[in-house]
């Protein structure tokens, strides 16, 4: 069956750290891959999405990027963060696009500090 | 305005009782998605519809194309199912989902 996971879970990093977060997916193949925030008390944004190894789709201009190094693994980095950049990060993967099923990790809270 | 609206906002219920959460679209769409997101902030998907009505235990979807309008409704509700339930549409212009705002369900014992 497929899973997803999502890491770390929780992370509070100083303003102008570095960030990596991490997504891997297992059971499928060339899946569809989206990075997700969600500000608080505020809905879902796409950040990214990439629909295989090394093609990335940026949404929103912003203080991220995305990388897809291998076909179900993808990470969501920032150089220095802002305080802005807090919120809940998704990962999810569907199979072609948005017409099939989406899968979310279990996201990563980050606080700025 | 928004491409996707959902009501209520919030919404509060007693056990057991019956409960709807209204999604409407103003766009063509390929799929809608109705999502669960938990207090802890995972997601889980609970359906996905292009047409008529699907059913999973308690839960039932339905979509109205014409009328751009899917409902999500929670039989027999139980504070287990106090989460905020949120609408999304795969538009088909776009590759990506567009979200409603969320409907938080808060069941009381």
């Known amino acids: 069956s497929q899973t997803i996971h999502q890491w770390p879970a929780t992370l509070v990093q100083p303003v102008g750290s570095p960030l990596s977060l991490e997504c891997t997916v297992e059971g499928t193949s060339n899946p569809n891959l989206y990075w997700y925030r969600q500000a608080a008390g505020r809905g879902l944004q796409l950040l990214f999405y990439s629909v295989g190894i090394g093609q990335i789709s940026s949404e929103v201009p912003q203080n991220l990027s995305a990388s897809r190094p291998q076909d179900r693994q993808f990470i969501l980095s920032s150089k220095k963060l802002l305080l802005s950049d807090s919120g809940f990060y998704l990962c999810?993967?569907?199979?072609?696009?948005?017409?099939?099923?989406?899968?979310f990790g279990e996201g990563s809270w980050l606080t700025v500090v | 305005k928004n491409e996707v609206e959902q009501s209520p906002q919030n919404l509060t219920a007693q056990e057991g009782e019956f409960i709807t959460i209204n999604c409407s679209y103003s766009?063509?769409?390929?799929?809608l998605h109705w999502l669960q997101q938990h207090p802890g902030g995972g997601i889980v998907s609970l359906f996905m519809?292009?047409?008529g009505k699907k059913k999973h235990g308690r839960l039932i979807a339905t979509i109205n194309i014409q009328e751009k309008h899917s409902s999500l409704h929670i039989t027999a509700s139980h504070p287990r199912d106090s989460a905020v339930y949120i609408c999304?549409?795969?538009?088909?212009?776009?590759?990506?989902?567009?979200f409603g705002s969320g409907t938080q369900l808060t069941v009381l014992p």
């Open positions: 519809l292009s047409s």
């Open positions: 999304a549409v795969s538009l088909r212009s776009a590759r990506q989902l567009t």
């Open positions: 766009v063509g769409i390929s799929a």
């Open positions: 999810a993967w569907s199979l072609g696009d948005f017409g099939n099923t989406i899968y």
